[in-house]
């Protein structure tokens, strides 16, 4: 059984995997990851017949994921997949019913940044599409945390990242017109880091 789940799902991250179960991207058809790294997100939409695309920086990522285009859909066109950046999506607006951003928005260098990078995001998104985002947050660890301005921290696991808190994701939902179609969750590791899950549906015109 582990691994025909393994085999059906990859390396999912288990709030997608979540909605996933629930049915929510059903009606989708073209979808978008959004940072893909080397397609852990992607093996149940291979395997099941959506129009795949993934974006990444790294270059080396990018041809990871072709290789799982490939081997898992081999009629996915490899074109699909270009190394760029998520505040530049090579992609026309309104061209996705599923935009998937996972561990992507806690690396902007600051505010603008991550307003830009999440733009470029609901750009590319269909009215009635799907947004789904983990990122990190300071949600239950607000105290243990340290600015370091522009909207970015020291953890206490160490690390920097740009962090979000639950004002802030209700604000981005209403000015983009987009709605929350699961409450905002959110995982806390042990008081060392806090990781986010933000599922949005855009607005039909």
Same mark, same amino acid.
């Given at each position: 059984?582990?691994?025909?789940?393994?085999?059906?799902y990859g390396?999912?991250?288990?709030?997608?995997?979540?909605?996933?179960?629930?049915?929510?991207?059903?009606?989708?058809?073209?979808v978008?990851?959004?940072?893909?790294?080397?397609g852990r997100?992607?093996?149940?939409?291979?395997?099941?017949?959506?129009?795949v695309?993934?974006?990444?920086?790294?270059?080396?990522?990018?041809?990871?994921?072709?290789?799982?285009?490939?081997?898992?859909?081999?009629?996915?066109?490899?074109?699909?997949?270009?190394?760029?950046?998520?505040?530049?999506l090579?992609?026309?607006?309104?061209?996705?019913?599923?935009?998937?951003?996972?561990?992507v928005l806690?690396?902007?260098?600051?505010?603008?940044?991550?307003?830009?990078?999440?733009?470029?995001?609901? $750009?590319?998104?269909?009215p009635?599409?799907?947004?789904?985002?983990?990122?990190?947050?300071?949600?239950g660890?607000?105290?243990?945390?340290?600015?370091?301005?522009?909207? $970015?921290?020291?953890l206490?696991?160490?690390?920097?990242?740009?962090?979000?808190?639950?004002?802030?994701?209700?604000?981005?939902?209403?000015?983009?017109?987009?709605?929350?179609?699961?409450?905002?969750?959110?995982?806390?590791?042990?008081?060392?880091?806090?990781m986010?899950?933000?599922?949005?549906?855009?607005a039909?015109?």
């Amino acid at each position: 059984m582990q691994n025909s789940l393994q085999q059906l799902y990859g390396n999912i991250d288990i709030y997608l995997f979540d909605q996933l179960l629930k049915g929510t991207y059903d009606s989708c058809s073209k979808v978008l990851d959004a940072g893909c790294g080397g397609g852990r997100n992607l093996v149940y939409f291979f395997r099941n017949g959506y129009d795949v695309y993934g974006i990444d920086p790294n270059a080396n990522a990018v041809e990871s994921v072709k290789e799982l285009s490939k081997s898992l859909s081999p009629a996915n066109p490899l074109s699909n997949f270009k190394v760029a950046a998520a505040e530049g999506l090579p992609y026309g607006d309104e061209y996705f019913d599923l935009v998937i951003s996972s561990a992507v928005l806690h690396f902007a260098r600051n505010e603008g940044h991550f307003d830009t990078m999440l733009h470029s995001m609901w $750009r590319v998104l269909k009215p009635g599409g799907y947004f789904f985002a983990r990122l990190a947050s300071d949600i239950g660890i607000e105290t243990l945390v340290q600015s370091l301005g522009n909207g $970015r921290y020291l953890l206490p696991d160490g690390s920097e990242r740009f962090l979000v808190n639950e004002q802030l994701l209700l604000r981005y939902t209403d000015n983009l017109s987009g709605h929350l179609h699961e409450p905002i969750k959110t995982t806390n590791v042990q008081n060392l880091r806090c990781m986010t899950t933000w599922c949005l549906r855009k607005a039909l015109k």
